[in-house]
């Protein structure tokens, strides 16, 4: 199998190859945190380095998979995918019960998608926010515009959320069950690394903070409701952690 990803997708389809026993090779930005490259190498995959700022990451995979007969699994764009990611809602719903505002990070959409559909099913009236990278708002354009809007990759912390637009499979999903996109910039999700940090003992990458720095600086009103944060990612090399929460000062 090939995939294409930063790491977080990455890892996950390392293991599941070296679980099933078949090759994967995986196509990841020459600028992948090193703590993501190495886990993906350590499931047994074939790292292929790409400029995320020069290259289409998608073509090449797909020409990997014509040429040696791969099977492709998007990191975001696919029913199954979307299907899997949003099981973090259902699971989050079943723990915690009813909420008023659930909180999903958003890249290409599988996981926010995903997990609209289980929070509509489980939680009718729940309302579900987005939240990605201000260098990165193609979702919110898109869903503002009632159609999919291409940029060019963004220059963010959030590596998890550099994608260039929605997928054909996660858009109008999102378009029909999400009631809103906000976005967050560098510095906040920074804040929201060291807050995790120091008040839950958890190490989170930046793009797994987005949901966090979006509640902590008002993007969403929260007074009075039960609200639920999805934290996705902790895949950051302690050093680089270490780098952008120095400058950042205590923990609000």
């Known amino acids: 199998m090939v995939a294409f990803s930063s790491g977080n997708h990455a890892q996950g389809v390392a293991l599941a190859a070296r679980l099933l026993g078949v090759p994967a090779t995986i196509v990841m930005p020459h600028d992948a945190p ?10 047994g995959a074939t790292i292929v380095v790409y400029d995320r700022y020069r290259e289409d990451r998608e073509a090449i995979a797909r020409a990997l998979a014509e040429e040696h007969g791969m099977t492709l699994v998007p990191p ?37 998608s995903g997990c609209a559909v289980a929070a509509r099913a489980l939680n009718p009236d729940c309302r579900i926010i987005g939240v990605e990278p201000l260098a990165g708002n193609d979702g919110q354009r898109s869903l503002r515009s ?7 990759t963004p220059v963010t912390i959030a590596d998890g959320a550099q994608t260039q637009h929605l997928g054909q499979f996660t858009f109008p999903v999102i ?22 940090a120091g008040r839950m003992k958890m190490v989170v990458e930046p793009t797994g903070c987005l949901a966090i720095a979006a509640a902590l600086n008002g993007r969403v009103a929260l007074d009075g409701a039960r609200v639920g944060l999805l934290v996705s990612g902790g895949n950051i090399d302690l050093l680089r952690f270490a780098e952008l929460v120095s400058a950042a000062g205590p923990p609000g």
């Open 175 to 196: 378009q029909a069950l999400v009631d809103d996109i906000v976005t967050v910039t560098d510095q906040e999700l920074v804040e929201a690394m060291l807050f995790a």
């Open 34 to 43: 090193r703590i993501k490259v190495e886990a993906t190498r350590g499931y």
């Open 76 to 112: 975001y764009d696919a029913p199954a995918v979307m299907a899997g990611q949003g099981t973090a809602a259902k699971e989050l719903f079943e723990d915690a019960g009813p909420l008023d505002v659930l909180l999903v990070c958003l890249g290409g959409g599988g996981l926010l």
């Open 146 to 152: 009632g159609s999919i809007v291409h940029i060019d």
